[in-house]
């Protein structure tokens, strides 16, 4: 796929083309933006726009840009866009998931695709086309992990819009629906359920870049129990470092 219209100044994100480095790392959560700050040299933070905030450092001599979307398909999708457009083209997700077995709370949760139910990706792509990661970049990301202590799953993502609607049910009424489609995820062998990879990774294939997910599983699917603080703030720290070194070393597009 052709990459597309280049920019110097995004839109939304508000960062100029000298600011951002030469792959990107995408969080959710705009807490993570210092978090992950600490774990890079020469960082410079981009001035914050819509709450959507930007830090690019070095890293094994390379510039990686770390930006926060929030939460959701719709704004995750653009900020990949815009930063697409001041030119990079390799990208990683890192956030948080829910575990559907054999994951478990706390294990790490690397998407090889996703299934499509989000509503975003359909704007890049028809359904028939494939939510797949980048096939180098998870290569990188499966070594990196082998390595680590954790234990990790690779596999089928699926990826909702509804947040109280299809995962996490606060009623005994949704609990029933909900548990209805867990059903099918189960059934189809998805390894856990978030609200962005389907469309980041249809996103990026489509704008000429490579994409992956890796998650910490927080909530448990089928029990809705979820991690504990301490240890969701270690396994950050370890999601942050398999993230960098797996930017630093994968390259070109
Ligand atoms: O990965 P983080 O940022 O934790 O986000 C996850 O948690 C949010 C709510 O489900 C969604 O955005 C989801 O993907
Ligand atoms: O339950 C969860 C946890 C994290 N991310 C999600 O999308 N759902």
Not at 29 to 37: E, L, Q, V
Not at 152 to 168: L, N, Q, R, S
Not at 212 to 235: G, N, P, R, Y
Request: with cysteine; charged share 25%.
């Amino acid at each position: 796929m052709s990459a597309e219209q280049q920019t110097n100044r995004a839109w939304y994100i508000g960062a100029r083309r000298d600011e951002v480095g030469e792959a990107a790392i995408l969080v959710g959560d705009p807490a993570r933006i210092a978090r992950i700050a600490e774990h890079m040299s020469d960082v410079h933070f981009v001035s914050e726009q819509r709450g959507l905030k930007t830090v690019t450092g070095t890293r094994g001599g390379r510039r990686i840009t770390a930006t926060a979307f929030g939460m959701g398909a719709p704004i995750a999708t653009i900020v990949m866009h815009e930063l697409n457009a001041l030119g990079i083209r390799n990208f990683l997700r890192i956030g948080t998931a829910m575990a559907v077995a054999p994951a478990k709370l706390g294990d790490f949760v690397l998407a090889d695709g996703a299934l499509r139910a989000d509503g975003t990706s359909p704007s890049y792509a028809p359904l028939g086309f494939p939510a797949i990661a980048d096939f180098d970049l998870n290569l990188t990301l499966r070594e990196r992990l082998a390595d680590s202590t954790r234990a990790w799953h690779a596999g089928i993502f699926g990826t909702y819009d509804g947040f109280y609607t299809e995962m996490f049910a606060l009623s005994g009424e949704r609990r029933e629906m909900i548990d209805a489609l867990k059903d099918d995820i189960r059934r189809l062998g998805l390894i856990g359920t978030d609200m962005e990879t389907s469309a980041l990774l249809t996103a990026a294939r489509i704008l000429g870049a490579r994409a992956s997910t890796l998650c910490v599983a927080t909530v448990d699917a089928a029990t809705q129990e979820k991690i504990d603080d301490a240890l969701m703030a270690e396994l950050e720290r370890e999601m942050f470092e398999i993230a960098l070194d797996a930017m630093q070393t994968i390259s070109g597009l």
